[in-house]
């Protein structure tokens, strides 16, 4: 059985739950991270010495970083389905995937450290202001690209929907004004619908 470290509210911990389930891998989850702490002891800087969350546990293999594990899940059990074997196709979905951890999740995180978290720093209406008009921004993108393809690299779901399913899911459940995409809705609410989706992305994001 995989062993998953992280909190559940964790955008990147939630990648991975949603990835195994997909994968129809049992776990066990253990919550690390945040209020929960945990990740100074030196058992887990043994595992992950960057001191983040998430973190899996397959046998002898310990793996971090959130996307690296979602690919080496879907590789290895979901082969043919969510992980594409041809190299110029599989490259579609991760290039979203990049994307996601490069531009999409700063946003996301600056909004939710403002407007959820409170956290001193962020709660300025200017940041605020700010981090919503780069969400706006990327969702646009977003949006182009689900006007035009049913999931994010084609005609299947595959493992960059999981990835930035977790960044729109975050996006549309904070409190914010925001404006409605009826592409980025309605791909939301067909991955959404899937029972490892709704085991991963607890409410109200927090
Ligand atoms: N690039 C890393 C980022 C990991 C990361 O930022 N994890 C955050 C949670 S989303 C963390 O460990 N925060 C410290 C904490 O939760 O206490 C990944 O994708 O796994």
Wanted: hydrophobic fraction near 45%.
């Amino acid at each position: 059985m995989l062993t998953i470290w992280g909190r559940l509210s964790s955008i990147n911990v939630q990648k991975v739950v949603w990835a195994a389930g997909e994968a129809g891998q049992a776990f066990e989850r253990i919550d690390v991270g945040g209020p929960f702490g945990g990740l100074d002891t030196p058992e887990f800087l043994a595992m992950n010495p960057n001191r983040q969350i998430p973190v899996l546990r397959d046998g002898t293999l310990v793996l971090w970083e959130s996307n690296s594990i979602v690919r080496y899940l879907v590789a290895r059990h979901a082969s043919g389905e969510l992980w594409e074997e041809d190299p110029a196709r599989r490259v579609l979905a991760d290039r979203w995937m990049d994307w996601t951890n490069t531009s999409l999740q700063p946003a996301l995180a600056r909004l939710l450290w403002g407007v959820v978290r409170k956290l001193p720093g962020f709660t300025d209406p200017n940041v605020i202001a700010e981090s919503l008009a780069q969400g706006e921004a990327l969702m646009e993108i977003l949006a182009a690209q689900l006007d035009d393809s049913p999931y994010l690299a084609g005609e299947r779901f595959g493992m960059a929907d999981i990835a930035v399913g977790c960044g729109a899911h975050r996006w549309l459940h904070m409190p914010i004004e925001r404006i409605e995409r009826p592409a980025v809705r309605r791909w939301y609410e067909a991955i959404h619908a899937r029972p490892a989706a709704r085991a991963a992305l607890p409410l109200p994001v927090a």
